[in-house]
């Protein structure tokens, strides 16, 4: 895993790869579906969601 990886408390992100690995399900997902997934996925709060996906993308 790169330096350059973000780890997160729901997600790593390989930037490397430019996608990011839930923890929960160790689904691969592209940043800019983190928020998407989130709600669809694990039923995560609209606003939750889009701070998680806001520190994967940063």
Known sequence: ???TN???QHFEHLAAYSIAICKECKHSVLPSYVKSYLQRMHR????QAKDIAKRVRS
Do not use: N
């Open 1 to 3: 895993i790169a330096k």
């Open 6 to 8: 973000v780890k997160l």
């Open 44 to 47: 995560v709060k609209q606003k």
